[in-house]
């Protein structure tokens, strides 16, 4: 990963930092998979086709209410733009799309009394949607990098319609030489869905590129819980010390892989270190 861009090739970085505080305000793509429009209104379902608008625009108000009530705990400003992105990720995550996971293939595993210390796996050449963002803090960083990809997601791409969301959403980081600090520099990565990988709708954001990255194998681990500045030092240093060959594979670029819902119970992240040439 290069300081210009996000690629999975093993050099460079990209950092993140600020206050580790709670995740529970955080805001990401599928936070909004725990708020069902059911949720967000106390009328009627059977409503007339000529309220039906007037439903729409409360169920909207609703969703763009509780994320900016979530980030004002993270100083963040959800902009009324936002309405429409978060109403329509959550219309068409509640059964009509089903998320896409990335794909790859599994080459070895190490396993400790039945626990999976960590994976080696081969992903191959895709194409990604990625921004770098620099805010006062890490949790403002990636809120803002994560609505701007949301935008792009929904409405503002050349193809004009959503194009479907895809996990794990990657918060590519970087780290000070000790591995104990994140710097504020947060990129957040969504990989194109194999529809449009061979040609990937371009954003209307001139600060989301399109860049295709190159195979590369990585190595994962598992963990649950919030991905915070704590959680995340301690889980580089966590595979640090499971690896075979930790000095074969770290540099001061990291990757923090989500895959569920913040507000879940167990959410499901990984960390990832890329196999360096």
């Known amino acids: 990963m290069e300081r210009a861009n996000c690629r999975m090739n093993g050099g460079g970085g990209l950092d993140g930092g600020g206050d580790s505080g709670s995740s529970s305000g955080r805001i990401t793509l599928e936070d909004l998979e725990s708020f069902t429009e059911d949720q967000l209104s106390d009328s009627d379902s059977e409503t007339p086709k000529e309220e039906?608008?007037?439903?729409?625009?409360?169920?909207?108000?609703?969703?763009?209410?509780?994320?900016?009530?979530?980030?004002?705990?993270?100083?963040?400003?959800?902009?009324?733009?936002?309405?429409?992105?978060?109403?329509?990720?959550?219309?068409?995550?509640?059964?009509?799309?089903?998320?896409?996971?990335?794909?790859?293939?599994?080459?070895?595993?190490?396993?400790?009394?039945?626990?999976?210390?960590?994976?080696?796996?081969?992903?191959?050449?895709?194409?990604?949607?990625?921004?770098?963002?620099?805010?006062?803090?890490?949790?403002?960083?990636?809120?803002?990098?994560?609505?701007?990809?949301?935008?792009?997601?929904?409405?503002?791409?050349?193809?004009?319609?959503?194009?479907?969301?895809?996990?794990?959403?990657?918060?590519?980081?970087?780290?000070?030489?000790?591995?104990?600090?994140l710097s504020r520099d947060v990129t957040v990565a969504y990989y194109l869905p194999t529809e449009h990988q061979t040609q990937p709708p371009l954003p209307s954001d001139l600060d989301i590129r399109i860049e295709e990255w190159p195979a590369t194998n990585v190595y994962t681990r598992a963990f649950a819980g919030a991905t915070n500045e704590v959680t995340i030092i301690n889980q580089i240093n966590t595979m640090a010390q499971v690896l075979d060959n930790p000095a074969g594979h770290l540099n001061d670029s990291f990757i923090v892989a989500g895959y569920t819902n913040p507000a879940a119970a167990n959410r499901q992240n990984e960390i990832w270190f890329l196999e360096l040439p």
């Open 52 to 181: 039906d608008q007037m439903m729409d625009d409360e169920q909207q108000d609703g969703l763009l209410r509780y994320w900016q009530d979530a980030a004002r705990g993270h100083q963040v400003e959800v902009p009324r733009d936002m309405a429409e992105p978060i109403h329509q990720i959550t219309s068409n995550n509640e059964g009509q799309h089903n998320r896409e996971l990335v794909p790859f293939t599994l080459i070895s595993r190490k396993e400790k009394c039945g626990t999976v210390l960590y994976e080696r796996r081969h992903y191959e050449k895709a194409y990604w949607a990625c921004i770098t963002v620099r805010e006062d803090t890490y949790e403002q960083s990636i809120c803002y990098g994560f609505m701007r990809l949301m935008k792009y997601i929904c409405q503002q791409n050349t193809a004009g319609n959503y194009l479907g969301l895809t996990i794990p959403i990657l918060t590519i980081i970087r780290t000070d030489e000790s591995h104990t600090v």
